[in-house]
């Protein structure tokens, strides 16, 4: 059976701030990585996600994140926050060969003024 | 392209009560998943067809919840009867695949009074 654990219920950032969002995970398998995001009142919309290759993974919105296979962990970063970065951020694995996905208790960011 | 979508967005029930949601996939998407969302968690996967057939139920509280998704495109999940803990949101999502990325619909919030 495979895990999510994303530390932290809730970060306030002020705006212009970085921000991260750890996210650690158990499986006894290989996995995929993802990262959705949940806007207020809307349904949840993939980030970014890691299947292969570079460890490092990007989103169009300046998002980004890295896997570390010996640490078990897939932790989102963003250098310098918006105001309308204010959302939940769920990390979640599936298998490599399949894609039911495990979400993690989600994040919430609060972007301030 | 047309999203997931999803009726009705909101629904309001007295528990022992029946309800009854809807889901229409991306056109062409063989994989559809029902995912229940506790208010303060990560969603949780109930169903998963591959085109009309079940590939995994393994978390559907089966004395009260059926789904089914004749014909491989839309989708009904039913609750009867309703519990108090079985106030949520219910998202849909589907793939192309079952490897693929998963898109989710916007939601139905329901309140068991």
């Known amino acids: 059976a495979q895990s999510v654990t994303q530390l932290d219920s809730q970060v306030p950032v002020f705006e212009e701030a970085p921000v991260e969002l750890r996210c650690n995970y158990s499986?006894?398998?290989?996995?995929?990585l993802f990262w959705y995001v949940q806007y207020p009142n809307q349904g949840l919309q993939l980030l970014l996600k890691?299947?292969?290759?570079?460890?490092l993974v990007e989103s169009i919105n300046g998002f980004e994140a890295e896997f570390n296979k010996s640490q078990t962990s897939f932790h989102l970063r963003k250098p310098s926050v918006h105001i309308s970065d204010t959302a939940e951020y769920f990390c979640a694995v599936s298998k490599a060969a399949g894609n039911k996905l495990t979400f993690g208790g989600g994040t919430r960011v609060l972007v301030k003024p | 392209e047309a999203g997931v979508a999803q009726s009705p967005r909101y629904k309001i029930i007295e528990k022992r009560q029946s309800v009854a949601f809807w889901c229409n996939p991306i056109s062409g998407h063989a994989t559809l998943y029902w995912y229940q969302q506790i208010l303060g968690q990560g969603p949780k996967l109930l169903i998963q067809f591959q085109n009309n057939g079940v590939v995994d139920d393994s978390q559907l509280p089966k004395d009260r919840f059926s789904a089914e998704r004749l014909k491989g495109v839309d989708s009904t999940l039913k609750i009867q009867p309703a519990k108090l803990e079985d106030s949520a949101v219910y998202l849909c999502a589907s793939s192309g695949t079952s490897r693929d990325t998963q898109y989710f619909g916007p939601g139905t919030r329901l309140t068991v009074l």
């Open positions: 890691y299947l292969s290759g570079s460890t």
């Open positions: 499986s006894s398998v290989s996995v995929y």
